[in-house]
C-alpha cells in the first residue's frame, strides 16, 4: 500500500478545485489511487472448491483468430459472480471458485469507501481475515494519512454532494502457493480502474483517473474470499494493462463484465 512519500506525489494526480467539505464544496479535476494498496469460460470455474484448482483460468494463447495478436479487448471477457447479497456494506456470496474470488475483489473494490475512514473501517472488518489482525487499522490509518495531504480532517466523510464512481476493467488473476494451504485457496487479483467524480450540481470531473492498478490477495476462509496480508512476499508483479496490448494478454489481464 501506499507511503506517506508515494501519498504525496500522487498527490499532483487528483487536483481539488475548491475542498470545503463543510459546505460541500468539493470539486474534482483529477484522479488519485486510494491504494497501491478471465477468460469468460464457465468450464474452467471450479465450484467444487477453491482447492480443487491448480491455478487460476488464463489466456491460452497471444494468437487471435484473425491471424493478429491476441489483446484483452479482443480476447473473451471474463463475467462476473453475482453477490448474494450485501453486508456491512460490501457485496457477499462469492462462491468457492477463481471467479468467485475476483468477482469479490472487482465488488470490493468498486464499492469501497476509499475516502470515508469510517465506512472503510466497517467494509474492511467485514473483509478482512481473522489471520490478518492489523489488517483493518493499517488502511484505515492510509486512508486518514492521505485525507491530510488531501487537506481534509483526518476522520471523516465527504460532502453528500460529491460521488465517486470505480470502474474495474480488467483483472490479473495468479494462484499463490501459500505454505500449509491447498493450491488454489489464497489469490492474488490486480484490478485495472478508473475512478471519476461527480460534484455539486452535476460537476463532472474532467479528468477523471484511468487505468490505475491495485492488487488484493484473498483466501478461502469461514465460507467466503477473504482478505489478508500474511503472504506479502509472495506477491508478484504484472506489466501495465492496456486493452490493445498483446503483453497485456500474455501477462493474463481480461475484461471484466458485470453479470445482466
Do not use: C
Request: net charge neutral; hydrophobic share 40%; proline share 7%.
Amino acid at each position: 500500500m501506499d507511503s506517506s512519500a508515494g501519498l504525496k506525489a500522487r498527490r499532483a494526480r487528483f487536483v481539488l478545485a475548491a475542498v470545503v467539505v463543510a459546505v460541500a464544496a468539493l470539486l474534482v479535476a483529477g484522479g488519485f489511487a486510494a491504494a497501491t494498496l478471465m477468460r469468460d469460460d464457465s468450464k474452467s470455474r471450479v465450484d467444487a472448491g477453491p482447492g480443487a484448482s491448480a491455478g487460476v483460468p488464463a489466456p491460452q494463447s497471444t494468437q487471435a483468430s484473425s491471424g493478429g495478436l491476441m489483446t484483452p479487448e479482443k480476447g473473451k471477457k471474463w463475467k462476473l459472480d453475482k453477490p448474494t447479497g450485501h453486508k456491512d456494506g460490501v457485496a457477499v456470496g462469492f462462491p468457492a471458485s477463481p471467479g468467485g474470488g475476483i468477482s469479490a475483489v472487482v465488488y470490493f473494490w468498486e464499492e469501497y469507501a476509499w475516502l470515508d475512514d469510517e465506512k472503510a473501517a466497517q467494509q474492511l472488518t467485514a473483509v478482512a481475515s481473522k489471520d490478518s489482525p492489523g489488517y483493518v487499522d493499517k488502511r484505515v490509518s492510509e486512508i486518514r494519512r492521505m485525507r491530510e495531504v488531501l487537506g481534509l480532517p483526518p476522520s471523516g466523510g465527504i460532502s453528500a454532494d460529491i460521488n465517486f464512481t470505480t470502474t474495474v476493467n480488467a483483472a490479473r488473476a495468479t494462484t499463490v502457493h501459500a505454505p500449509g494451504l491447498p493450491v488454489g485457496e489464497v489469490m492474488q487479483v490486480w484490478v485495472s480502474y478508473d475512478r471519476y467524480a461527480t460534484g455539486p450540481k452535476g460537476g463532472r470531473d474532467e479528468n477523471p483517473l484511468r487505468g490505475d492498478m491495485v492488487d488484493f490477495v484473498v483466501k478461502w476462509q469461514d465460507g467466503a474470499w477473504k482478505f489478508t496480508d500474511e503472504f506479502e512476499s509472495l506477491r508478484s508483479f504484472p506489466v501495465a494493462y492496456e486493452p490493445d496490448s498483446p503483453y497485456a494478454w500474455k501477462d493474463q489481464w481480461v475484461q471484466v463484465r458485470h453479470a445482466s
